[in-house]
């Protein structure tokens, strides 16, 4: 049975939540072995695990950009869609603001839920083609992932907070693939 541990990076968040720090991150990469997966973006979370990697095998999961939508609370405008998304985005951020006070927290259930209401937000208000992109490149990072295990290799993945859930959710329903959720100590 091949293992994957999955761990959410927060990326454009992290400074808003320093009780993930980057310490957080590279206890994970320390603690959990196997091939290790990262987003394309550049970003200072994924530039110092980038580094940490050492000689371990390295994978890029698959760019999400063509369906991505940034959590920003004061994007709305006169379109009814995109308003409700950053009122949405906004009673979001409140809540993370309440509920992560510990790390453990961002790899959890509830943040897992709360990510995929907010994607179903972003697909009604942004339509059938950013919906279609955000697929495509899931359904490509899930591929890449099962084609790994396959051959019983253990993987570290590192996905955005944003689409974890999307990626546990798939890889549960896999056989032949251990699950595991990170613990995160703060």
């Known amino acids: 049975m091949a293992r994957i541990v999955l761990v959410s990076l927060l990326q454009g968040l992290a400074s808003r939540f320093p009780v993930y720090s980057q310490t957080c991150l590279n206890t994970a990469l320390a603690n959990y072995g196997g091939r290790v997966w990262l987003p394309p973006q550049q970003s200072r979370d994924v530039d110092e695990l980038r580094r940490g990697v050492g000689n371990r095998p390295l994978g890029i999961l698959a760019d ?49 839920n709360l990510f995929e209401l907010r994607r179903e937000v972003v697909d009604e208000a942004l339509g059938a083609k950013v919906t279609q992109a955000w697929q495509q490149g899931l359904e490509t990072r899930l591929k890449a992932l099962l084609v790994a295990a396959a051959s019983g290799e253990e993987q570290l993945v590192f996905a955005e907070v944003e689409c974890a859930y999307w990626l546990r959710c798939r890889l549960s329903d896999e056989a032949g693939i251990e699950l595991v959720w990170p613990e995160m100590a703060g």
Do not use: C, H, V
């Open 64 to 112: 999400l950009k063509a369906g991505w939508s940034p959590i920003d609370p004061t994007a709305g405008g006169d379109d009814a869609g995109r308003l409700a998304l950053a009122q949405y985005d906004d009673e979001l951020l409140g809540n993370l603001d309440m509920y992560w006070r510990i790390p453990a927290k961002i790899n959890s259930p509830i943040t897992d």
